[in-house]
């Protein structure tokens, strides 16, 4: 059974940094792992995804440039390193994968993801 820890959210004001950790126990060789992200009343939405297997990386055009995900695979932990925030950027950000080995992570939506943390909240003030 894999489980999901984030770590990292806080507080930060317009144009600061955050970086978000998640540490996955559990066997994930060869899964997409991905950052998730809801704000109160929207619809969850997928922030970045990795391919584990080979590092490969997907990002949502909002985060693009200001985001990268990242993975240390002998410590099995995720990481989110999120630049240049935004008050549109304020949610509970999740870490997620999935539970099978996949060909490819693109185009993945929040229900191929069987696996995830309980979440981190990060809020952005203006």
């Known amino acids: 059974q894999v489980q999901l820890v984030e770590s990292g959210g806080g507080s930060v004001q317009a144009g600061g940094s955050l970086r978000l950790s998640c540490a996955a126990s559990?066997?994930?060789?060869?899964?997409?792992m991905a950052w998730f992200r809801q704000a109160p009343g929207k619809e969850r939405e997928g922030v970045a995804t990795?391919?584990?297997?080979?590092?490969?990386?997907y990002y949502a055009d909002s985060v693009k440039g200001r985001f990268t995900i990242s993975q240390d695979n002998v410590k099995n932990t995720l990481t989110l390193q999120m630049n240049s925030l935004k008050p549109e950027d304020t949610a509970m950000y999740y870490c997620?994968?999935?539970?099978?080995?996949?060909?490819?992570?693109?185009?993945?939506?929040?229900?191929?993801?069987?696996?995830w943390g309980q979440g981190t909240q990060v809020s952005v003030s203006s």
């Open positions: 997620a994968t999935t539970a099978a080995s996949r060909l490819s992570c693109y185009g993945l939506s929040a229900a191929d993801f069987r696996y």
């Open positions: 559990g066997y994930t060789y060869r899964s997409c």
């Open positions: 990795i391919y584990s297997r080979i590092g490969t990386t």
